[in-house]
């Protein structure tokens, strides 16, 4: 073992134990402290024994035991519990020390602290990690953002424990890790990763449902639809696990799936991703609805009273080809994850502008190619269609997606009407269509609307016959006046 370490870790919990032992075994030597020492002792004498990991009874133990320019990587609660931290640290630092927020921080936090530890000549680094306790162990999803001038220190350490994907040669050599931006991008980032991660995981959830419900199909053959559909484009590491839940046996030989509450909680990540959306004015729809299906989820007793006095329509029989039917489901399931990655990337182009980054969205999807868990197979798409073309507007515009959706649509409308005359809620597949029918429509009814707006408020509106940037308001009573509303968009 190194007389001092390459790196401090701060917080033993299922991912910082992890993501310890993932340093350890690519030959860094790491310092582990934890608010209760009798935790870190624990873990010294259980999976960390032999390892080249040592132990630190109080921080300043933990700063002696680094080497210069120090590092330490917080994996503690977001929120106040990393502030609170980081002011018991900064004391004993030194100037170029490098403070790295590994937990899942929402992104104004990192943009505070980022400015806030430049003041003290310190660096920050606000890192978003995916991947789980296996990613953390094996190899996670790495996106940091901060102060670049400590990107250089972390560097050869981040990359040697983050997922690798195949460079052109068929090697697993290309790390799922790179500089995203300054400030709070890498939190950003990983807000619109946890974003996208909601949406997918709602997609397959109702796919589930109408299998279910309206196929008629039981656990186990609903597994074998998803492994079926592993093969295909869809190929993604949430339809694997979701192969290995449906086979799953509780222990009286039943499917546990069938067991479990329906209610799904949630940490947050994805309500930040709607309100970040709602703020710069970015339709993400699919994934605003995934958010709200997670909430009327969590109703349950509403729900079951509910259910008791609102009569829908009887799920009828299904009497046609159904293996037409669960290929018009793959369709759909396809072309609305299609949407929720464009959604997604439309709020990070929206994002960069808004806050000067400099985000490199095909190297951001290969960050997203492997450990993380929204990683599939098309994200290889997603990087060949912004390494064509950086300027990409919107991915759906880019020949494979357009493609894809256009063809993959007929399923999409084909699903989405057999739940509705079933009375199977599918709000995420209904949000993808909705927005690839608005999206596509050059004229949408939105003159009546900015005319009511005149109408009651003054606010103006534009004309097709005039420039775009003139306004113009109506006295539409003959009661009003001349005199119009400032023009301004939220």
């Known amino acids: 073992m190194k007389d001092l370490s390459d790196i401090g870790l701060v917080g033993l919990a299922v991912m910082g134990e992890n993501l310890v032992l993932n340093m350890a075994s690519k030959g860094f030597t790491v310092t582990a402290f934890n608010r209760s020492y009798s935790k870190v002792e624990k873990f010294l004498n259980g999976r960390a024994k032999g390892e080249s990991i040592r132990g ?19 994996m503690v609660k977001a929120g106040q519990p990393v502030d609170d931290f980081i002011d018991k640290l900064i004391p004993h630092l030194d100037a170029g020390d490098i403070i790295i927020d590994g937990g899942n921080t929402h992104f104004p936090d990192s943009n505070r602290r980022t400015a806030y530890l430049a003041k003290k ?27 670049h001038a400590a990107w250089p220190h972390v560097k050869d350490i981040f990359q040697s424990i983050s997922a690798k994907v195949a460079d052109e040669h068929g090697e697993l050599t290309v ?25 997918d995981m709602q997609l397959i959830c109702e796919a589930y449902h109408i299998l279910h419900d309206i196929v008629g199909l039981d656990a186990d053959e609903i597994g074998d639809v998803f492994a079926a559909w592993s093969k295909t484009e869809l190929d993604s590491y949430l ?7 449906f ?15 329906d209610t799904a909680g949630q940490k947050g990540t994805g309500k930040w991703t709607g309100v970040t959306a709602l703020e710069l004015g970015v339709p993400l729809t699919l994934i605003a609805e995934s958010v709200f299906a997670r909430c009327i989820s969590a109703q349950k007793e509403a729900r079951v009273h509910a259910s008791s006095i609102l009569n829908g329509p009887t799920v009828p029989e299904f009497t046609g080809d159904k293996t037409q039917f ?32 400099q985000l490199n969205y095909g190297g951001i999807a290969l960050m997203w190619r492997g450990g993380c868990i929204i990683r599939s197979a098309f ?38 009407g057999n739940a509705t005359i079933s009375g199977i809620p599918v709000p995420c ?12 429509t050059a004229r949408l009814p939105a003159n009546l609307l900015q005319a009511q707006r005149d109408y009651f408020g003054a606010h103006t509106y534009e004309r097709l016959d005039g420039p775009r940037g003139e306004f113009h308001h109506t006295n539409w009573t003959g009661r009003g006046g001349e005199t119009a509303s400032t023009t301004y968009d939220v």
């Open 56 to 74: 630190a009874k109080d921080i300043s133990e933990l700063v002696a035991s680094l080497s210069t320019p120090r590092k330490i990587m917080l």
């Open 121 to 147: 000549g310190l660096h920050y680094i606000g890192t978003g990690v995916s991947g789980g306790e296996e990613g953390a162990l094996k190899g996670p999803s790495i996106m940091p953002g901060g102060a």
């Open 175 to 199: 790390p799922c890790c790179d500089w995203v931006g300054d400030d709070g991008a890498g939190h950003f980032v990983k807000m619109i990763h946890n974003g996208i991660e909601y949406g």
């Open 239 to 245: 339809v694997d696990i979701s192969v290995d839940i």
């Open 247 to 261: 086979r799953y046996k509780d222990t009286d030989g039943a499917p546990l799936i069938d067991k479990i509450l």
């Open 326 to 357: 669960i290929e018009a489901l793959r369709q759909a399931l396809l072309m609305a994850k299609m949407i929720s990655y464009a959604q997604g990337y439309d709020l990070m182009t929206q994002a960069a502008k808004e806050y000067n980054w």
């Open 379 to 416: 994200l290889d798409n997603i990087k060949t269609a912004y390494d064509n073309n950086p300027e990409l507007s919107n991915l759906l515009l880019d020949p494979y997606f357009s493609n894809t959706v256009i063809n993959a649509q007929s399923g999409l409308r084909q699903v989405i």
């Open 429 to 440: 597949l209904s949000a993808a269509l909705t927005y690839f029918d608005s999206f596509r």
